[in-house]
């Protein structure tokens, strides 16, 4: 009787561990799968950006901007359009997070993005700023972002900015918000 379990063992294989045209296959179909994910996403973000295409073009600071006011280092994290903060803005390359160096001046607030295109906030179009708790695909602790809302164009734009030091967005808030009065009040007296 051992002796035919010996034989019934030796006539038995073992089974193939990895199937090798299995596993090749399901790997490739993966990958082409997360390049089909990948290619979407980006055929996307340029039919967003076409969309917001009648979007004029970004102001660039002056040559003479004067003293700067305040400066402030952080991170862009992107604009929307003011009061939506999931409606993201990509046109001009106002989609795109970026490490970022803030001045106010009189003139109005110059952003510096290395890597990004730099922008110009002029002080006629300063709406205010105030702290949020996040911005299209960016979400902080309460009050960790600050937003400057702006008009550009005819669109009205919150963009969003995160100090290296958030203790600095108190000051941007006091320094931005009474501007925009004095630009109404002198808007309104013409």
Known sequence: MTSALINLAAEQKSAAVTDWAARIGWVVGLLLFV???YWLMREGWKWRSTLQGDL?????APAAPGE???TMTGRYHGSTTAGQWLDRIVAHGLGTRSKAGLTLTEQGVAVARPGAQDFFIPAAALRGARREAGIAGK???EG???VITWQHGDKTIDSGFRSDRAA??????EALTPQHHL?????GAR
């Open 139 to 141: 979400v902080l602790p």
């Open 68 to 70: 700067p006011t305040l």
């Open 56 to 60: 004029p073009e970004l102001p660039a």
């Open 35 to 37: 390049a089909l994910l």
């Open 144 to 146: 960790g972002l600050l």
């Open 183 to 187: 630009t109404s009040d002198t808007e």
């Open 168 to 173: 600095e967005h108190a000051a941007w808030i």
